[in-house]
């Protein structure tokens, strides 16, 4: 029944697309199954390493540092890495489930949810991720027309990504100077007049989903003050609850935070970042640009872990140039592959991909954000992708009948090929080390851990110089 | 700053902490985990992975826990590296629910 697929003589051939740290844990977990498989991880940049590189604050150093774990998977026999190829683009799905026995989808989430209210269009809102992708050198996203001459900002959303858009923004630029923080960011943010910062959440400090360590680094702003009004830190017996359900494994110590952060008195002459809870964006208000945002005072309703935030009194204006949304990410429908609408996902059970009458698609998986939606830490991926492989590896027997009715797909060979035909090709892993050796040249030159290429194009030519 | 398991761990040894880990600092003994301090990259996946609540970062730790930063530390070197996931001990499940979780 096998016919031999996962042996030496005939390996099972598998694409991985995407490049980020779920596509390296399905891959790491393919090559660590004892099966014999080849494995091509595809990527739509040259360089590897998704929201590692482009999400993970330049701040935070050792975070990023785990990319050394993917360089190693990189180079791994068995493994090619295939920069520069994007599905829907390069490839279709249907030519790389021709190509492979299996396809793993690890392409990450990439749209934002907006907050569907009134003057979200406003010059001077933006959405978190587009401010993200422009401090970390993102391709196409060094143009954000984002106006740092205003003195009040407000952030929507208490999330981590919420912090770490908070503190990049308050953080002296000398604290980033060493970072491999986008040149341009760093010029603006030199500029920058932000004097207040209002983090606003519909829920309450329970509820928030940002993490003590990350709540305590804003502590650590030289000039500014981090204030929380008592108030919001009175729970109610519902809120009581579920701070002392153990699976709230966070609650109790960002209180404790929150909770020296209320009673501290402000400096004088501080900058402001303010924790507003229980408060939802009403409405932004213009004309021509962003002036005011309406806030609607919110409270909770309903028995422990079902509390919805609902409208309490009457609403607030604050005056603010900026806003930023933060409230989620929310995928987009990948070209010929399902698409789950409600999550922004791919419909998926095990991490198998499921056709929309809920009958499994043969030979295709899914891991990482676009199986199981925007949340969890880099370590979450991993986990993730086990369960991914897992089911992969248990899907052999119709994985060699599948091979029996169309028989051995050409893998690797067979890419290339098609991208020749198309007057393509895919860069190497070494071309992505070149790329980052050259990326670190450029950064020492201004004291800078790495000055990240913006245009493909550069990229392009440091990976295979002349 | 790195993150310890702490006393929750003896006798459990879920080891979902270990399958969330994106660097492989855990190494594991006959009864318990452990973090390796100069490989943890601070990502904080191993936390709310863990069943038993054992694991903390440093800056966390009560005063009478701050030994484990030093046990920590020392049998990361003593004992191999643990990459996947173990099945829990004998008694696991008795213990957690003695811990209250």
Redesign the interface.
């Known amino acids: 029944m096998r016919q031999g697929i996962g042996s030496a003589e005939a390996p099972l051939r598998v694409a991985v697309v995407g490049a980020g740290p779920a596509g390296f844990y399905t891959a790491e977990a393919l090559l660590d199954s004892g099966v014999a498989v080849e494995v091509d991880l595809l990527e739509q940049l040259p360089v590897p390493y998704g929201l590692v590189r482009y999400g993970v604050a330049p701040d935070h150093a050792r975070l990023k540092s785990v990319t050394a774990v993917f360089a190693q998977i990189a180079q791994r026999p068995g493994l090619r890495f295939h920069g520069d190829v994007a599905l829907g683009d390069a490839v279709s799905a249907q030519e790389l489930g021709a190509l492979y026995d299996a396809v793993a989808v690890c392409t990450g989430i990439d749209g934002d949810q907006p907050l569907g209210i009134e003057g979200e269009a406003l010059p001077g809102v933006h959405a978190a991720r587009d401010l993200v992708a422009w401090y970390n050198s993102r391709p196409g996203a060094q143009d954000l027309a984002i106006d740092l001459s205003q003195e009040v900002a407000v952030i929507v959303g208490q999330g981590n990504v919420a912090i770490d858009l908070c503190r990049i923004l308050a953080s002296p630029v000398d604290r980033l100077r060493g970072t491999d923080i986008a040149e341009h960011a760093l010029q603006a943010l030199a500029h920058s007049r932000l004097r207040e910062i209002h983090l606003v959440g519909r829920r309450g400090p329970v509820q928030a989903r940002f993490t003590p360590k990350e709540l305590r680094e804003l502590g650590t702003l030289p000039g500014w003050h981090v204030a929380v009004d008592p108030v919001d830190l009175q729970l109610g017996a519902a809120c009581q609850a579920e701070a002392a359900d153990p699976a709230a494994v966070h609650a109790a110590r960002n209180l404790a935070q929150l909770q020296a952060y209320a009673a501290q008195p402000a400096p004088a002459g501080a900058r402001l970042i303010r924790l507003h809870f229980h408060t939802a964006p009403l409405r932004l208000l213009g004309p021509q640009r962003l002036r005011a945002v309406e806030l609607q005072p919110q409270r909770l309703d309903g028995p422990a872990g079902r509390q919805r935030a609902v409208p309490a009194g009457p609403p607030l204006r604050l005056p603010a140039g900026l806003l930023l949304r933060s409230v989620g990410y929310r995928g987009r429908p990948l070209p010929g592959l399902p698409f789950e609408a409600l999550g922004g996902t791919l419909p998926q059970a095990g991490g198998r991909l499921l056709e929309p009458d809920g009958s499994v698609r043969g030979g295709w998986y899914a891991a990482g954000w676009v199986k199981r939606g925007a949340s969890g830490v880099i370590g979450s991926n991993r986990a993730c992708a086990a369960e991914t492989v897992a089911s992969l590896l248990a899907d052999l027997p119709q994985l060699a009948a599948a091979r029996g009715r169309r028989g051995t797909p050409a893998g690797r060979d067979g890419l290339a090929a098609l991208l020749r035909a198309r007057g393509r090709s895919a860069l190497g892993f070494d071309a992505a080390l070149a790329i980052e050796q050259a990326e670190r040249v450029r950064g020492a030159a201004t004291g800078k851990a790495a000055e990240k290429f913006i245009c493909l194009d550069q990229m392009r030519a440091a990976a295979r110089p002349l | 700053m790195p993150h310890v398991v702490t006393d929750n761990c003896r006798g459990c040894r879920y080891t979902?902490c270990v399958?969330?880990?994106?660097?492989?600092c855990f190494h594991a003994n006959e009864v318990r985990v452990y973090i390796d301090p100069a490989l943890c990259?601070?990502?904080?996946?191993?936390?709310?992975?863990c069943p038993v609540?054992a694991i903390v970062?440093e800056?966390?730790l009560a005063p009478e826990q701050q030994h484990w930063i030093r046990i920590n530390a020392e049998a990361a070197q003593r004992y191999p590296t643990l990459?996947?996931?173990l099945a829990p001990l004998d008694g696991a499940a008795a213990l957690r629910q003695a811990l209250?979780?």
């Not at chain 2, 399958?19 to 492989?24: D, E, F, G, I, L």
């Not at chain 2, 990259?41 to 992975?49: K, L, S, T």
Request: with cysteine; hydrophobic share 30%; charged share 25%.
């Open positions: 979902d399958a969330s880990c994106p660097v492989a990259i601070d990502c904080g996946a191993c936390i709310p992975a609540q970062e800056f966390d990459r996947n996931r209250g979780y």
